[in-house]
């Protein structure tokens, strides 16, 4: 054993994932750690599958309902989804195999905002939360549970599962104790929600430990393995191009007394681009930067590292295997300045509204109103889901998406006369970014942006073909509000499906 | 002169509203008081119609741009839209002329998130607020202004325009001071935002009246004259038959625990049905209601006489003509119930997160498989504006839509293959209310919401048509999340543009 179990009753209920898989039972939902990549159970899930799988082999149906905290890795949700045995999937996942299952119509997939899953699991939902699988990294010798790499939802899982399975993963850093900040009366159900004390990003204002009923423990595996995300791209031209606009925006903000000098809190999501800003900022001229965010990326550990950053705040590390080896060689150093939450408080509106957070995340497709999809391509087809996205947007004090101009080697255009799905309404977004441009859409009404969106961030390709849309609908339409033909407005979409490319 | 302005070296500065008028310049922007009819400068709108008429007489330009709390009267938004000299025109608007002017494209409108306009003003989204028109009560002998029958945004533009008008509205009774709470810490700006310390709908956090910087005071006018608000049609079999739902659907709530018996603050939109459910809930078994809401309609006074709501909030009355001269009449009885606070406060996204608010909005069209639109005819046409609902609906506990299942006498079906605007997503709605029933959309993937909004909520002479769409969205879609034929997704609204009906 790994003596990272101090807890001496809890020790005797070590076994192996196969016996712990064994006490599922067909319909169950189960509450898992994991966000991006980090903090997810390493072997249960692997035994699961092949618990589900043989029960399919003996012809018995096996389905079980699958909540995380947000997306996790292939030994999670590739081993279940490959089962075909996922009933129920929420609230985020950007897995190939799972994307397939849902795609397929086979498993079902809510796309929840991730601050409104603890609410929606504690008043059930879901129905009954028959077990919660967290990885820990220790337990300590009064019982409570030091997290690992990513918060999440486990607080939640944790005090609503019937039934609760610990993975504890001796590969992560035993000095991460500290580093975390879980804060109970944030699950308080209405009316008994309480203000939310933060007031910065570096507030912490709960316990470094997870709580946990001995009782409802029925098993603990022990596991040594690393988290597995997926290495970020080498930065391109494009996104370059894309950070080197943003940080010309927020410093024209600053000189015109619009932003602190040390601007605000940045949110930053997940994807290459947003690491590519957040490798901007590292030559940039900001200091003291604070940021309240989602996940910590390669990008935001440099930011740490030239001093520039002073505090990260997040729910969970996306970090690539060689940034995740660094971390957990120097958890120690990085403990003052990182602080890991629940998803609650990471991602609380109230939270993002009060700070004033820089809100910046990518997207599928913009239109030329200001409207943003981040989901689904061509209107049908699930990609990862909303994430925090909204939660983000919605409230932050600015909103600003970022994307290259075009996808499929220029076949697409990531702007496009009307997006096939919305995730965030015009009245939510303020900035579009693309590698040729920024489109600040703040005191435009939506004809004005579309002149911007248009000349600022379109490929010099689209540009005409998009002016034209916007004649014709400024012909048809039956109201110049927001002038649209509704014959043609999806016609590029379609013309994709139909032939491959948006290009006439 | 009327007595109601004690301050004696204001007084010295009542003119006519003409006089005023000719204060401003061509180019100017104008903040002005008024929420959903209530509380608007009733002279100095149409003093100021008139110079805009008499300088285009002359063939001069002249254009202002017109900033608000919300929709206002005929007296402000009609009279200066028919001079054609709006340029922008924020935040939201529900006036015929000022529409029109909208949907000719000759007005430029700034459609935004109540809560955000604070913000976008104070920082100077608009360039300079030249000028502040606010209706007040009285003027206290300290020079402190009582505000009338609407809060909105007088604060903001009271602190932050270079000059200010007051008109001292003798119809409005002086029995209103004490009613309001002007909370001022929320319109710092981050990062020097400060928890909200509101915890239920009736806490009390600021001051009964306004302050204001004397020498920016440049004219006082003073009137008397009634708010305008058009009468609430009469409850109508649809408008019942859609409040019995909403109240068989909280009963349940409240028997499975999942709501407290005195359920949690309510919000309530504008529109009829919006007051039939107020209507719903007089005769509905729930007691000790609270109320966290933008407006006070007829319904809510009526809920708070019947004793079943103890505390209505708000930042705006929103009376029929009868119910106005009531509130009038007895203020001080309703003051102890009744608190009006600013629009910041009231449409908070941590206070509605916070309380947990049950919000029911009003829409346009709704989609099957969730998405509102809440704003725009035929994808292009301008209604009246997003208002609050957004700032209520995504951060709410429930985020109900209400709507007949059709309009235009039955040849439209509010429910639709694809919403033409989106302006709350399928990720923050959670039930839609026809007088065909509800559909419950927790828990439910977009394919099983298609099921049920189509069954519960559709019109029956629709419902077929959408499952045939459903069928060939299966059969078209790139991926079965949410499956879609983008060729005919727009097919409705196309159809009834070209031949006046959405039936085949
Ligand atoms: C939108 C999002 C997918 C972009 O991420 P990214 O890493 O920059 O995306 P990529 O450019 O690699 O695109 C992902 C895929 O979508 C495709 N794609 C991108 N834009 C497209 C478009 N307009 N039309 C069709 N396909 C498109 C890409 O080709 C790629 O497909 P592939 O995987 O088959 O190669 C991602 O930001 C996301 O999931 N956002 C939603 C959640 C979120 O914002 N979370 C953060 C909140 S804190
Ligand atoms: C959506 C909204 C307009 C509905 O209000 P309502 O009083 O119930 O609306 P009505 O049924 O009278 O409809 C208003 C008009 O839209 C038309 N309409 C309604 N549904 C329609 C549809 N699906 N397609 C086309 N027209 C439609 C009606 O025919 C009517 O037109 P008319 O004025 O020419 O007769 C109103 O709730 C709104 O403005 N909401 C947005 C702001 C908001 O929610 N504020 C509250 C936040 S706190």
Redesign the interface.
């Known amino acids: 054993m790994s003596g990272r179990i101090r807890n001496e009753s809890l020790r005797s209920k070590v076994m192996t994932a196969g016996e712990a898989a064994a006490l599922v039972q067909d319909g169950w939902t189960i509450g898992f750690s994991g966000f991006t990549g980090a903090g997810y159970p390493k072997e249960f899930p692997g035994a699961l599958a092949a618990r589900i799988n043989a029960a399919h082999d003996a012809g018995e149906p096996f389905r079980v309902n699958v909540l995380t905290g947000a997306s996790t890795a292939p030994e999670l949700d590739g081993a279940l989804a490959r089962t075909g045995g996922v009933g129920?999937r929420a609230p985020y996942q950007s897995d190939p195999d799972m994307r397939s299952a849902?795609?397929?119509?086979d498993a079902?997939?809510?796309?929840?905002?991730l601050s409104h899953m603890g609410?929606?699991v504690r008043?059930?939902?879901?129905g009954r939360l028959n077990l919660a699988v967290v990885e820990v990294t220790a337990i300590t010798e009064d019982g409570k549970l030091v997290p690992s790499s990513s918060v999440g939802m486990n607080r939640t899982y944790l005090d609503e599962a019937d039934f609760i399975v610990l993975e504890v993963n001796e590969w992560q850093s035993e000095e991460l104790l500290g580093m975390h900040d879980i804060f109970y009366d944030v699950g308080n159900?209405?009316?008994h929600?309480?203000?939310?004390?933060i007031?910065?990003a570096s507030d912490r204002i709960g316990q470094p430990v997870f709580d946990v009923d001995p009782a409802k423990v029925v098993g603990i595996i022990e596991t040594n393995s690393a988290d597995r995300n997926t290495p970020f791209k080498p930065l391109d031209d494009d996104s370059k191009a894309i950070a080197g606009y943003l940080l010309e925006f927020l410093g024209d903000e600053v000189r015109k007394g619009?932003l602190?000098e040390n601007l605000?809190p940045l949110q930053s999501g997940v994807g290459n681009i947003a690491n590519a800003v957040l490798a901007g900022l590292a030559e940039g001229p900001f200091e003291n930067l604070t940021s309240y965010t989602e996940v910590i990326q390669d990008g935001m550990v440099d930011l740490l590292d030239t001093g520039k950053l002073t505090v990260a705040s997040a729910t969970a590390f996306s970090l690539s295997p060689e940034y995740a080896e660094r971390m957990n060689r120097e958890a120690a150093d990085y403990r003052s300045k990182i602080i890991l939450r629940p998803q609650d408080v990471s991602n609380?509106?109230?939270a993002v509204?009060?700070?004033?957070v820089i809100a910046c995340n990518g997207l599928i497709e913009a239109d030329i109103y200001g409207?943003v999809n981040s989901t689904?391509?061509?209107?049908?087809?699930?990609q990862n889901g909303?994430g925090g996205s909204?939660d983000f947007a919605?409230?932050a004090?600015h909103s600003i998406f970022v994307t290259p101009s075009t996808a499929k080697r220029g076949a697409i255009s990531c702007i496009v006369p009307?997006v096939?799905?919305?995730?965030?309404?015009?009245?939510?977004t303020s900035m579009f970014i693309t590698e040729h441009g920024i489109a600040d859409l703040?005191?435009?009404?939506p004809?004005?942006r579309s002149k911007v969106i248009i000349d600022n961030c379109a490929h010099p390709d689209f540009r005409e073909p998009l002016r034209e849309y916007v004649k014709l609908?400024?012909k048809k339409?039956?109201?110049?509000?927001?002038?649209?033909d509704?014959?043609s407005?999806?016609g590029w979409?379609?013309r994709f499906?139909e032939t491959g490319t948006m290009r006439p």
């Open positions: 129920i849902i795609n397929a119509g079902d997939y809510l796309d929840i905002h609410q929606q008043r059930g939902y879901f159900l209405p009316p929600r309480v203000p939310l004390p007031r910065t619009r602190p605000l609380n509106p109230e509204r009060r700070l004033g409207n689904h391509i061509m209107g049908s087809r699930m909303i909204a919605r409230n004090y009307m096939s799905h919305v995730d965030h309404s015009e009245h939510s703040r005191g435009l009404s004809r004005k609908a400024e339409a039956n109201g110049m509000h927001t002038p649209h509704l014959a407005a999806l979409h379609v499906l």
